[in-house]
């Protein structure tokens, strides 16, 4: 099959170069994200392979339908980046990776909450400076607290497994529970009683029109105090605006991101000779006790592996029928 392979680096080849021998497709790599201006490039190709930061708009699917595009391939677990419905009608079918490796990104939330608590990031810097004082360093023990995970699917139960390890009480919200987690130990509340009890929230559920901003205003000032927030699942499940209020009030006491609602125009390069034009993202990098890595979440050597193969392999199961085909319908949005 001809994959036109958009968004990609260094690491996309490497990988997809390495798993597509036991493939054996031809792939076009582009360093260009996919967008209406650029959905020309797809032009012979059977399949187009897009990543998070695509937009594959109403606009962009008719374009790729006239270029005879039959499969978009998503080297993502998330696809609300994607119009389904303008996918259906057009009859291109749309694949995903449902899961690779959660422990990639529910480790790099733990990463996230000890960074945090224990402020590594600004004590790297002091030592650098010969500045060995512990003023503003102060922590807490996670044994004890109780951590509130919104979403429990694949990414969600695994921290919950992992977390469970430190002595927490662990709650969670999700529409559709799932007994593994009670296995654990994991409490089910609603979603305003998980917001008073929590000490850390974390969301692990994915981005649709039930969750964007679920995090807002409204759901902050029902939080506790000082609580600690992260977010490595999509950015625009969090209220940016509404969470920087809360930093200023100091109601949010911690904030980290993997992910950020306008991350398109600034996550995955090297901006460092430019100036920031996003005034609220430059905000937030002005706080003391906000840690924010550029959705690097999924970025290990196992997830890259494990994305590729089943990439590929959706590729592969489209064109000859057999194997798994991971596809995503418009279902799966609306529940
Ligand atoms: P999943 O589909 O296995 O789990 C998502 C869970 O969220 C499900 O249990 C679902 O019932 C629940 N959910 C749906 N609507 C909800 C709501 N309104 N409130 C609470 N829970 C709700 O997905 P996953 O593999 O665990 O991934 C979760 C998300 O993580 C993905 O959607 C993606 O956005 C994000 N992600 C981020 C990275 C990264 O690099 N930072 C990598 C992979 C995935």
Redesign the pocket.
């Given at each position: 099959m001809n994959i036109s392979m958009f968004s990609t680096k260094s690491y996309d080849r490497q990988f997809f170069d390495a798993i597509n021998d036991d493939y054996g497709h031809e792939i076009r790599y582009l360093e260009s994200r996919l967008t209406q201006e650029t959905s020309s490039l797809a032009e012979g190709s059977d399949a187009v392979c897009a990543f998070?930061n695509d937009r594959i708009d109403a606009a962009v699917i008719d374009d790729l339908q006239q270029q005879g595009v039959e499969l978009i391939l998503l080297r993502?677990?998330?696809?609300?980046n994607v119009d389904l419905r303008a996918t259906e009608d057009a009859g291109i079918t749309v694949a995903r990776v449902?899961?690779?490796s959660?422990y990639?990104?529910a480790e790099?939330t733990l990463a996230l909450i000890l960074g945090l608590n224990r402020q590594t990031h600004r004590a790297y810097n002091r030592v650098r400076e010969r500045n060995f004082s512990l003023e503003g360093l102060l922590g807490f023990d996670l044994r004890g607290k109780t951590i509130g995970i919104?979403?429990?699917?694949?990414?969600?139960?695994?921290f919950a497994q992992i977390i469970s390890g430190f002595g927490c009480r662990v709650v969670g919200?999700?529409?559709?529970p799932?007994d593994e987690c009670r296995e654990l130990g994991v409490e089910y509340l609603e979603?305003d009683e998980l917001f008073a009890d929590s000490d850390v929230i974390t969301l692990?559920?994915?981005?649709?029109p039930?969750?964007h901003h679920?995090i807002d205003a409204d759901a902050i000032d029902q939080m506790r105090e000082g609580v600690m927030l992260v977010n490595?699942?999509?950015g625009a499940i969090i209220d940016t605006r509404a969470v920087i209020d809360g930093l200023k009030s100091e109601q949010i006491g911690h904030l980290g991101l993997?992910?950020y609602e306008e991350e398109e125009d600034l996550f995955f390069e090297d901006l460092s000779e430019r100036i920031i034009q996003d005034d609220v993202f430059a905000r937030l990098l002005t706080f003391p006790n906000v840690l924010i890595t550029g959705?690097?979440?999924?970025?290990t050597e196992e997830?890259l592996t494990s994305i590729a193969d089943t990439t590929l392999g959706n590729a592969t199961a489209y064109e000859t029928g057999d194997g798994t085909l991971h596809d995503v319908s418009p279902e799966r949005i609306e529940?």
């Open positions: 998070v993502s677990a998330g696809f609300n449902p899961a690779y959660p990639a990104v790099h919104i979403g429990t699917g694949t990414i969600g139960t695994t919200y999700d529409p559709y799932n979603l692990h559920c994915p981005l649709t039930d969750t679920l490595t699942s999509r993997d992910v959705h690097q979440g999924f970025f997830a529940g």
